[in-house]
Each structure stands twice: as structure tokens, then as C-alpha cells.
């Protein structure tokens, strides 16, 4: 054998090279195997090769390579090998991964890489660059999950994947579109993904396409809007859309090579035919006429089976008529005679003075002809023009607008005749004869049984129901001593049947025994009397109805077998039907052939021809029948012998006849017209921004420039008094206040000087010297307005504003009169001209004004310090007094009195927390509000402590050191949304950037955005509609963010009233107990 190895280098024309289970090493395969430049087909397979020989790796022409069941654990193909390959098979080796140049080899059609070791890592990312790999096998490895490109080979017919640990397929597994095998088995974890038209009904809510390409769409954004700055010129397609034609683009690079190879062929046929006319020189063209190139182009046809050979060759007038696709020659006494339905060929020929024939070929087309009978008319007009080689046109004339020419032919006059003479080519549908039936109806369970009884008056019987089949009308007949129950339900049966069978064209009439119309007679035995035999009871009532038997049409080596179907109980079921298969059903007084629709023609054949065997071979009734089934259009009468099969009649009684015959009777077309309108544009725009510091200066200096005065006023008791200057800025959460506010009106004229004065006005720096300041300018001054702020704390009731309403307010109508606005405001949600007027020095206390003056101040209180979107926003707000309620973002204020003076002689002190991660700018303007509004006649001293520098006084007075929220990062990504229908559709808003808890509207669902977290809150008193709605909108918003901001994936989470946690409510300032809306306190 060695010797034989050796001898390779000189059988250069070897193509095919097998060496399959040969004990092959490394050392004993010739080195001069890669001389073998014709090699194709090489087999190593079954042998004990650690690596590939580098001599494989030389041969250019190799197309087929089989190293399977080796040890090989690598396979280093360097750049440029194997280019022509197109079968490789590794399989049963120890490979942990494919080289990444195997993208490279582009006409691989085949890889077999079955029972190694790979992984997701070992697979090239590449390898949909194979565009025509058709088969791939990687069963037995260590596979979780496939790369995406393995959805890109278009190709792919054959794909192997069973046996390894599969978790998820890429989504394109589904679009391939050539793939007909796909072998997934023995991968317990896998999770196959949803088709993309099921994903899509998924999305589809309540008539409401709830996918992301359609909202951007609505939304009037491109679908990559949202991850890429650069312009699109063209609408993005939804990701399927994009897929798909991903893929058929690679299928047309996959088909490139036969393309090239076609044009490349039309080319040098070109250039031969250019060639061949630059060798004949530039002759001298002659110009032919229109009648020398029908001459050229006449095909030379035998028409002498059609016409004559005497036909137009002598003077004379033939005419033909349309029968059965051909022309049939008529006798000249019916010249001049046309029927509507028919069609005609007329020649006429004439002898000119130069002896020379003229011809003249009309073709005549009736009114009511037959498609078949114009087209041959046409068609054989031109076949007579070729038969007698003339060269005249052929001139269509048609009925009622024949020329002057036509009719001179006929002495101008022609006889129109109604209907037709000849017979269509057509195959015509014959629609064959109704033949009646009667049946006695019987109930067995909840099935309605007909059985089959002679048609006469002595079938009936008055302890039954009858039906009659008469064709255009359906008779119930129902005997005097029948059940209402029974009748009831052959009424639903002839429903049934006029539904399915008579497509609602036959009429269903109800009779009695004591009420039988003549109709009813006549269609039972042609007479419209009553029968002169009385109607008796005549059926036993041990009657036993004939047996039901099913059998399976076969054929078998040279005959046909009809084996029987067993039957479970005796009842009949629709999956006992196969699809590919033929049975026949025999009910003794009826046999029924049902074919399947994938059933094969001679099987079809053979059905037919043992089903009139099968009813000539036993005794039975005269009515008994045959009848032919088809799968898919059964009749009801045939369906009525199996359980359950169609028992109910689909009908929406939710609609009128009235709604039907306006809007039509199919619900896909109705849903498709009436889709239900959403607005979820809210959810793609970008977050407000935040307000910088400048800008926030900027805008409480424009907010208090025109303000010349500001008086404030507390609800006490009944009253409405004035309130202390030192208590300006400091609000109670159970008190209501008002504000009068004087603002000065600048004529347009005095703009300019006015903007040129206001730098020197910001130095005064307080209200009251604003006020003075204004007061200066009075002479200037020719107009004002006056705003009345009502501000309501969240724990206050509407007395307060009754109150207003019914004294203040009026007092201040009659004397501001036209120049006054109202102005009603409750607690975190007052408009920024107002916050302005504070300068950012805003407290709010809980509990009511005059007891905490009175009683209060002798337990610790904290306060948060927070601005949400901007400094004009700025709150102070009292909090529950504990440490886990804490943000290294936020700075504090407690107020922590003593329960006895200490031993510096202090009865407490005010403590300013600075977070570590807190704004600089609220370090020195916390220590002034503690000063100013928190710290009460300056009775304890301010102490500024930074977080981590705290003493144990301060901990003992929020009840103990406990772990508290160190990250703020939340305020910059928190959005709010309302999902509501209050509009007449589902539609979504944001609320502003300053959102406060009230903010939650109890009859909607809200959705809320920290930044890694999207709540779904649900109101006490939403709609389940709502929800739904809601959560399907929140879908996508998820997946637009993860567009948007892929580097913060959000994870969707419901929370309902009442029970929100932690991560819920920091977004919230002052988070507290929920209010109780009216009409709820029971």
C-alpha cells in the first residue's frame, strides 16, 4: 500500500481520492499528494489525524473534503485555501471552535461540524457571509445560543441543532426562506421566539398596533430617530420589514454568479451580431413598407382544415359563424341574419380592372357573445387573411355600430335575432336537478339527527318533526304530539343548512299537523290537498336507526382495499378524517365519499368508482343516494353524523340588520376601518431639560420686576387676617393663604427705559424696597393688574376657598373691579411666577398655623430641601422625621430641641445636613432658611454638619442610625406620564418636570421613569381597558428607551396605590399618605 502512496505523484489526472478508515497518521501520508493539482473528492475520514496534512491545505481544485471522526482539535485554513471547496464535514472530532477564514470560502455549500465541542464563541460571527450554505449540521456540541448570522444564509435548507443545551434562536430563524428542515430536539431549555406575525397580533391591543415602527410612525419620528443623529431622506420599514429584504438582497448576491454568467453570454452575442454588421459594410438600406413585413412575418401555417381551398378565389361573399372555437361555413340563405349571442367572420371579394383579387375581412361581435366566440373571431379573421395571403386589414365590426361598408354588403340591410345559434366552447355548468328529500328529525344529546324516509304523506308521523328539502324553500313539519324542543332544533338545522349549503338563497317554513299549507302538499306529493289517509302513528317505537360505519379508501398491489375505521362508542369525529386520504361513509339509506383535498388523483378515481360498488352490492332503499363530499365544503347533512362537528351558527346578535347592510358583514374589514385612535406621541419626546442657575436667576428677576406689592393673608377660623411679615415663605399643609399681588403694566413706549432701569432696581435687593422702588415710579406709571393667589395646603379642605370666594374675593372685585385675576393653586404645584416672588426661601409645614404656634415645637422636625428642573422650584418641606429618609443628593434641616438643656446650657439646635452629592449652590441657601424661617426667634444656634461628620445627638433625634439612599442620580432621567381616555381615546401626557404626589391621578394610570426602573401605577379607581392600554404603552416606551439610551435598560414594574415602595416614591418630594379622594372616606 505504501508503495502504491508512493506512485501518486504521477497519476496527475487522479480526481477522487478515498482513504476512509486506513489507519492514516501524519506519517504515513505522501507529501507529494498536493502534486495532485486535479484532486476533488478527497475522504480521510475514520482514521487517526491529530491535525489537517498541510498538503490538503495546496490543492486549489478541492470541492469535497471528509476529515470526519479524527482527532483533530484545530483547523488553522490560512487565507486563500480552499476557495473552491463546497462539502466539508468535520464531524466526530475535537474541535472547540470553526477558523474565522471559513467565511472566506464562499462556495461552501455543505459543513457538516456535528459531535465536537463548540460553543457560541466557536461559531464565526461571520458565517452568514456563506450565502450558499444549504446544509448545516452542529448537532452534539455545547451550543446556547447561535449566532445571527446563521439567519443570514439564505440558502439554507438543512439545518441540524439537536443535542446541544440551545436557550434562544435569533429571530430571522423564521424568515429563512428556503429552510424545510430545522431539528431542534433534545434542547429542554430552549425558548423558540415568536413568529413575526404572531408578535405582531401580540402587539396588536384593543385594534391598537402597539408595535414601535408603527407608534415612531404615528408619532411622526423615524424609527432611527432615536439612536442616530444623520438625516434619513426615507421612511425606516419595521424590523421584519428590514429583515426580509435583508435577506432577499443576500439571496440575489446568492444567485449573482448565474446572472454574470447569462449577461456575460448576451454580451459576446452582441458584440458578434455588432461584428458581423461592421463586415457587410454600410449598404445601401431599403426602406420596407408595412405590407412587405406582414408578407416577411406571415407564419406559414396549413389552414386548409379550417377553410376551403375554393374560399376567396373568385368573386363572391362567404360568411362563417363562431362554433366551438372554429369557423363553421353557412348556408347563403342566412346572410344578413346575426344573433346577439354570436359571432362572425365575413369575407368579401372583388375583381379589380386589372384582374387582381381585393379582399375585405370583417370579423362581426355580438352584444351578449361569449369571451370565446370574440377572441377566435378575432383570431381567425387574421388565420383567413394569412390562408389567402392577402394583404388587407382585418376590420372588427360590432353590433349596432356596424360601418356603411359592412352594411352594403347586405343591401343595407341586416336582421338582428336574440339569443344564439351556435354553442360556447366553453365547458357550461350545468346546475343539476334538485332532487327532494324528506327526513324524520330525532335528538340525540345536543345533536339533531336526520334519517332518510320515503317522500310521501305516509312517512309522516305525529309523534315527530319532518324536514322537507324542497330546494328554493325548507319545510318543518312538526305532528301534533311532537316536542317544541325537538322542533326548535331542526328549525336551527334548516338554518344551518341554508347557511352552508343554499348560501342563504332558500326560504325556511315552519308548519303544523292542525296547520299545514297546500304549499307544503304540493311539495310533498304534487297535490295541494291534504292526503285523504289519515296521518297515524306508524313508527315503532323500538325503531333502531341504521349504524353508521366508516371506511378508509386504500389501494393496494393491483386492488383496492376498503378497510373499516373502528369507531369509539359508535360515534363519528373530524379528526378521524385525513386530509391525504379518501373514506367513504354508509348510512345505509346514504353513502357519502369525502376526498381529501391533498388526496392523490387515482386515489380520488378509485373512491368514485368503489362508492357505486359499494351501494349496488347491498339492498337498500329507493331514496337512498350518493353523495360526494369535499373537504372543506361539506354539506350540513353530511356534518350532522359526526359529534360535534359544527353545532352552533356563528351570528353577532350584537348587530342590527340595519348595521349590517350599512357596514358591511365582515369584522376584519369594520375593524381594519374603524381602528381605534391612540396618542402616544408623548412618549418619544426628549425630557425637559433642566433649568441652569443662570437661567433660573433670569427668570425670578423677570417674574419680579413688574411686582410692586405683596400682601399676604392666613384663613383663620372664618377669616381671612393679615399675615406677619416674619412668617412670609412658611406654609402649614392644613391652612389655606392668600396672596395680593400688585403688578405694574409698562407701556410699550417706556419698555426700553424701564429694562435700562431694572439693573440698578436688583440692587435694593429686598420686597420692601421693591415696593418703595415702584412706588418712586408711580408718575411713570399709567396702568396696573392685580392677581389674587389662593394657595391650599394637600391636608386642608375647600372651606377655605368658599370662604374665599364668599368674602375676600368680593371685597376685592369691587375694588379692583376688571384689573383683577384669581388665581387658585394647591401645595408643590404653583406656577413659577409665584415661587418667583419667595426667592426660592419656601417652607412648608405639616400640621395647621396656630397649633404648632402655640403647642408645637417641642419634638424634632426634619426638613428636605430639593429643586426639581430648576432653582425657581425650589421647596423646604417637612418630612417624617427619620434617618433612613436621608439622600447624599439632598441637604436637610433639623430642628432638634432638647428634652432638657444640656451642659452648654442649649435647650436644642438646628442642624443643616449637606450631602455629599448635594448641589453647592443649596449649601449656604439651607443655612439661611433654617436661620430665617425654621429657626423660630433665633432659640437654638445653626450647626452645618456634612454627611459623615454627624454626632450622636444628631442621630438620637431622627430615632437611630439607619442605612439611607447615597445615590440621587435618578433626578436627572425621572418622567411622569397619564395615561387617561378622557379624551375620547387612549392617549398619553407628561406632566411637568416639578411633579409632586398629587400629581397621581386616582382614576388613571400613571407611568413613571427613574432612570432604570418604568413603573406602571395603577389608580384606585382606573379602568380595566386603561391598564391594558397602559401596559402595552409602557411596552414601548421600554423598548424606545433601550433604542435611545442602550446603556440603561429599563425593566418594567407595576405598583399599585397604596403600596409603592421605596424606589417609587423618592422620585416624589415629601412622599406621604395618600389623600382620600370624596365620596371614598367610608
Known amino acids: 500500500m505504501q508503495e502504491a502512496l508512493i506512485q501518486f505523484s504521477s497519476m496527475t489526472s487522479l480526481r477522487v481520492l478515498h482513504m476512509r478508515n486506513t489507519h492514516r497518521t501524519l506519517d504515513n501520508i505522501p507529501p507529494t ?10 475522504d480521510f475520514s475514520y482514521n487517526d489525524l491529530p491535525e489537517v496534512p498541510d498538503c490538503l491545505f495546496k490543492l486549489k481544485n478541492l470541492r469535497k473534503l471528509d476529515i470526519s471522526h479524527n482527532k483533530l482539535t484545530n483547523l488553522p485554513i490560512a487565507e486563500g485555501r480552499w476557495e473552491n471547496l463546497e462539502t466539508l464535514n468535520v464531524s466526530s472530532n475535537a474541535l472547540t471552535a470553526l477558523p474565522e477564514q471559513i467565511v472566506r470560502m464562499v462556495k461552501l455549500q455543505r459543513l457538516y461540524a456535528s459531535d465536537n465541542q463548540l460553543t457560541f464563541q466557536g461559531i464565526p460571527g461571520g458565517i452568514g457571509k456563506l450565502v450558499q450554505l444549504r446544509v448545516l449540521h452542529l448537532s452534539y456540541n455545547k451550543l446556547e445560543l447561535i449566532p445571527e448570522g446563521v439567519s443570514r444564509c439564505v440558502r439554507l435548507q438543512k439545518l441540524k441543532l439537536d443535542n446541544n443545551k440551545l436557550i434562544l434562536l435569533p429571530e430571522g430563524i423564521h424568515l429563512l426562506p428556503d429552510l424545510k428542515e430545522l431539528d431542534l430536539h433534545n434542547n429542554d431549555d430552549l425558548v423558540m421566539p415568536p413568529k413575526p406575525n404572531e408578535r405582531r397580533k401580540a402587539l396588536a391591543f384593543y385594534n391598537i398596533d402597539f408595535t414601535l415602527a408603527n407608534q415612531y410612525k404615528l408619532a411622526g419620528q423615524s424609527p432611527s430617530s432615536s439612536v442616530s443623529s444623520l438625516p434619513s431622506s426615507t421612511t425606516q420599514k419595521d424590523p421584519v420589514a ?50 412587405d413585413k406582414i408578407e416577411h412575418e406571415r407564419p406559414h401555417l396549413d389552414y386548409s382544415d379550417v377553410f376551403d381551398k375554393d374560399v376567396g378565389q373568385d368573386e363572391g361573399l362567404w360568411m362563417w359563424e363562431i362554433e366551438n372555437f372554429y369557423p363553421s361555413l353557412i348556408h347563403p340563405s342566412f346572410y344578413g341574419h346575426f344573433y346577439d349571442a354570436d359571432c362572425y367572420l365575413i369575407l368579401k371579394v372583388t375583381k379589380e380592372d386589372s384582374g387582381a383579387l381585393k379582399h375585405a375581412i370583417y370579423y362581426w361581435i355580438g352584444e351578449q357573445a361569449t369571451l370565446d366566440k370574440s377572441m377566435c373571431a378575432a383570431v381567425h379573421a387574421v388565420n383567413l387573411r394569412n390562408h389567402l395571403c392577402a394583404s388587407c386589414r382585418t376590420i372588427r365590426e360590432e353590433m349596432n355600430e356596424e360601418s356603411d361598408e359592412f352594411l352594403e354588403l347586405f343591401g343595407e340591410e341586416i336582421t338582428y335575432i336574440e339569443g344564439a345559434r351556435t354553442a360556447s366552447g366553453f365547458y357550461t355548468v350545468e346546475k343539476p336537478e334538485h332532487v327532494k328529500r324528506l327526513y324524520r328529525a330525532s335528538v340525540n344529546g345536543n345533536a339533531v339527527e336526520m334519517e332518510p324516509v320515503p317522500l310521501g304523506p305516509e312517512s309522516l308521523d305525529p309523534r315527530y318533526v319532518f324536514l322537507l328539502d324542497a330546494g328554493e324553500t ?21 338554518v344551518k343548512m341554508n347557511k352552508k349549503d343554499r348560501k342563504g338563497s332558500a326560504e325556511i317554513e315552519n308548519c303544523t299537523e292542525l296547520k299545514t299549507p297546500s304549499e307544503f302538499w304540493m311539495a310533498l306529493y304534487g297535490k295541494p290537498g291534504k292526503p285523504e289517509d289519515p296521518i297515524v302513528e306508524h313508527v315503532g317505537d323500538d325503531c333502531l336507526k341504521d349504524g353508521k360505519r366508516l371506511y378508509q379508501v386504500k389501494i393496494g398491489m393491483g386492488f383496492l382495499e376498503l378497510p373499516q375505521v373502528e369507531l369509539d362508542h359508535g360515534l363519528l369525529h373530524q379528526n378521524m378524517l385525513d386530509t391525504k386520504c379518501a373514506y367513504v ?9 369525502w376526498l381529501g383535498k391533498k388526496a392523490n388523483r387515482l386515489l380520488k378515481m378509485a373512491g368514485q368508482k ?12 329507493d331514496y337512498a343516494c350518493i353523495s360526494r363530499e369535499t373537504e372543506g365544503e361539506e354539506s350540513t347533512m353530511f356534518r350532522s353524523k359526526f359529534q360535534g362537528w359544527d353545532d352552533i351558527v356563528p351570528f353577532d346578535f350584537t348587530r342590527t340588520a340595519d348595521s349590517v347592510q350599512r357596514r358591511g358583514a365582515d369584522l376584519k374589514v369594520i375593524m381594519e376601518r374603524d381602528k381605534i385612535k391612540a396618542d402616544l406621541s408623548s412618549l418619544f419626546l426628549p425630557r425637559q431639560s433642566s433649568m441652569n442657575e443662570e437661567e433660573a436667576n433670569q427668570v425670578m428677576e423677570e417674574c419680579n420686576e413688574d411686582l410692586q406689592l405683596l400682601e399676604p393673608f392666613v384663613l383663620e377660623g372664618k377669616k381671612f387676617v ?3 411679615q416674619t412668617e412670609l415663605g412658611t406654609f402649614y399643609t392644613m391652612d389655606c393663604y392668600v396672596f395680593l399681588c400688585r403688578y405694574e403694566v409698562f407701556p410699550e413706549d417706556e419698555e426700553t427705559d424701564l429694562e435700562d432701569e431694572a439693573g440698578e432696581d436688583d440692587e435694593k435687593g429686598s420686597r420692601g424696597e421693591a415696593g418703595n422702588r415702584n412706588g418712586n415710579k408711580e408718575e411713570k406709571q399709567e396702568d396696573f393688574k392685580c392677581v389674587v393667589y389662593f394657595w391650599q395646603g394637600r391636608d386642608a379642605n375647600n372651606m377655605g376657598w368658599l ?23 394647591y401645595q408643590q404645584q404653583e406656577n413659577h411666577k409665584f415661587l ?48 433612613d429618609q436621608l439622600n447624599s443628593a439632598f441637604c436637610y434641616i433639623l430642628r432638634a430641641p432638647f428634652r432638657c438643656v444640656d451642659a452648654e446650657g442649649l435647650k436644642g439646635k438646628v442642624y443643616v445636613w449637606i450631602g455629599s452629592k448635594s448641589n453647592p449652590i443649596h449649601h449656604e441657601l439651607a443655612e439661611q432658611v433654617a436661620k430665617e424661617l425654621i429657626n423660630r426667634n433665633d432659640e437654638f444656634p445653626v450647626v452645618v454638619v456634612k454627611e459623615g461628620e454627624e454626632d450622636d445627638t444628631f442621630w438620637e433625634c431622627l430615632g437611630g442610625k439607619k442605612k439611607y439612599d447615597t445615590d440621587g442620580d435618578f433626578l436627572q432621567h425621572t418622567r411622569l406620564f397619564r395615561c387617561t381616555n378622557e379624551k375620547g381615546f387612549f392617549a398619553v401626557s407628561e406632566k411637568t418636570v416639578d411633579f409632586c404626589q398629587d400629581d397621581l391621578d386616582d382614576a388613571d394610570i400613571m407611568i413613571l421613569d427613574n432612570g432604570t426602573l418604568v413603573f406602571l401605577w395603577m389608580g384606585a379607581h382606573a379602568s380595566e381597558v386603561e391598564l391594558k392600554l397602559a401596559y402595552k404603552a409602557a411596552q414601548v416606551y421600554v423598548a424606545h428607551m433601550l433604542m435611545k439610551q442602550p446603556d440603561r435598560p429599563r425593566k418594567l414594574v407595576l405598583s399599585l396605590k397604596g403600596r409603592e415602595s421605596k424606589r417609587f416614591t423618592k422620585c416624589f418630594q415629601a412622599w406621604s399618605k395618600h389623600k382620600v379622594p370624596p365620596g371614598d372616606e367610608m
Request: proline share 2%.
Open 585 to 593: 361513509l354508509d348510512c345505509h339509506s346514504d353513502i357519502y365519499l
Open 242 to 291: 428590514r429583515k426580509k429584504e435583508f435577506l432577499r438582497r443576500r439571496k440575489m448576491q446568492a444567485d449573482s454568479q448565474g446572472a454574470s454568467k447569462v449577461i456575460e453570454g448576451m454580451s459576446q452575442v452582441a458584440g458578434a451580431a455588432r461584428e458581423r454588421l461592421e463586415n457587410e459594410g454600410s449598404g445601401e438600406i431599403k426602406i420596407t413598407s408595412w405590407k
Open 33 to 42: 499528494l498536493d502534486d495532485l493539482d486535479n484532486l476533488q473528492d478527497i
Open 836 to 883: 418667583s416672588h419667595f426667592h426660592r426661601k419656601f417652607v412648608i409645614r405639616r400640621g395647621r398655623r396656630g397649633l404648632n404656634l402655640n403647642l408645637g415645637g417641642h419634638w424634632p422636625e426634619l426638613f428636605n430641601m430639593r429643586a426639581n428642573g430648576s432653582s425657581v422650584c425650589t421647596r423646604t418641606i417637612q418630612i417624617d422625621c427619620r434617618a
Open 722 to 724: 393679615r399675615l406677619p
Open 474 to 494: 325548507i319545510w318543518v313539519w312538526s305532528g301534533r304530539k311532537s316536542r317544541i324542543t325537538v322542533a326548535n332544533k331542526a328549525r336551527l338545522f334548516a
Open 803 to 825: 370662604h374665599f370666594t364668599f368674602s375676600l374675593q368680593k371685597k376685592f372685585e369691587s375694588l379692583f373691579k376688571d384689573k383683577l385675576e384669581v388665581v387658585r393653586m
Open 610 to 621: 368503489i362508492v357505486v360498488e359499494l351501494h349496488a352490492m347491498l339492498e337498500r332503499p
